[in-house]
């Protein structure tokens, strides 16, 4: 007999155990201490009824695995914090449950290193460093060969030192320089073959001085000086600095850009 009382005692506290933290009971969830603030295990929906996000609180912050789920119920992110403390590791994910990022957050600041990856074909797509959510370090894109196609510097969350973009056969596509979000310095660019296509210099953000242009051969073809961005020879510039934009303008959408901004998981 007594030996029953023990085994129906622990049948209780399983049930008991079971009806307090499983997802079915609402007694438990979504408590609030008498200054406010998230004790315990949350859960919050989308209108629809549809889970937004699961997970566990204490004293109005979260601690531990946190879940956070698209409105058609796909999973969105895992979300790691510590305690005591504001730190917190993150994976975030596509619909389709591919990975799409992961980083570290500090409260709602990215931290240190970032990744974000192909929606496609999972391979890494970008490489970037913040400091308490300001952009500092390189900034690195890849393409799908894995061969880098963009560096560039950042500085207190400013374009800030040497830019690189190279061809995916790792020949240099073009060089630059900025200081403090605006383009300065000497500026190149060269054809698949390595061969200079232009050169020349920006004085914040204008074309100035001689500009340089070449062939594929690396012949030159002409010379054009700028003075604060205007072409003091108009008559030769045309054709060279329609190529030139055309260039520039080619180069867009062939660097692959995330949109980092979707990746930070919602409130």
């Given at each position: 007999?007594?030996l ?7 049948f ?12 079915g009971?609402?007694t ?7 200054q406010?603030?998230k004790?315990?295990f ?12 699961q ?14 789920y698209?409105?058609d119920g796909?999973?969105?992110?895992i979300q790691?914090?510590?305690w005591p ?19 570290n957050?500090?409260?709602?600041l990215?931290?240190s290193i970032?990744r974000y990856y ?7 797509k970008?490489?970037?460093?913040y ?11 890849y393409?799908?060969?894995g061969k880098?196609a ?11 030192g040497?830019?690189?973009q ?11 320089n900025?200081v403090k ?16 296509e ?6 914040k ?13 690396g012949v030159?073809?002409?010379r054009i000086?700028y003075?604060k961005?205007?072409a003091q ?5 045309e ?14 959408g062939k ?5 980092v901004n979707?990746f930070?998981?919602?409130?």
């Amino acid at each position: 007999m007594k030996l029953f009382k023990i085994l129906l005692l622990q049948f209780l506290l399983i049930i008991l155990s079971n009806g307090c933290f499983g997802l079915g009971s609402d007694t438990l969830w979504n408590q609030n201490d008498d200054q406010g603030r998230k004790q315990g295990f949350w859960r919050v929906n989308y209108e629809t009824g549809i889970i937004k996000y699961q997970g566990f609180f204490k004293d109005g912050k979260p601690v531990g695995e946190m879940k956070r789920y698209y409105e058609d119920g796909s999973l969105k992110a895992i979300q790691i914090f510590n305690w005591p403390g504001n730190k917190s590791k993150v994976k975030i994910y596509y619909q389709n449950g591919i990975l799409a990022g992961e980083g570290n957050f500090i409260e709602t600041l990215k931290d240190s290193i970032w990744r974000y990856y192909s929606f496609y074909d999972s391979t890494l797509k970008m490489e970037e460093t913040y400091r308490s959510g300001s952009k500092e370090g390189i900034t690195r894109k890849y393409y799908n060969n894995g061969k880098t196609a963009e560096e560039l510097n950042w500085q207190n969350n400013q374009k800030h030192g040497l830019w690189v973009q190279y061809f995916d056969n790792g020949t240099v596509k073009l060089k630059a320089n900025y200081v403090k979000d605006i383009r300065s310095g000497e500026f190149s660019t060269y054809y698949p073959n390595a061969k200079p296509e232009t050169s020349g210099r920006f004085e914040k953000n204008l074309m100035e001085g001689e500009w340089i242009y070449f062939d594929e051969n690396g012949v030159e073809k002409t010379r054009i000086n700028y003075i604060k961005g205007v072409a003091q020879n108009a008559a030769e510039i045309e054709k060279e600095q329609q190529q030139f934009f055309k260039l520039i303008e080619d180069n867009k959408g062939k660097i692959p850009e995330p949109d980092v901004n979707s990746f930070i998981p919602g409130k």
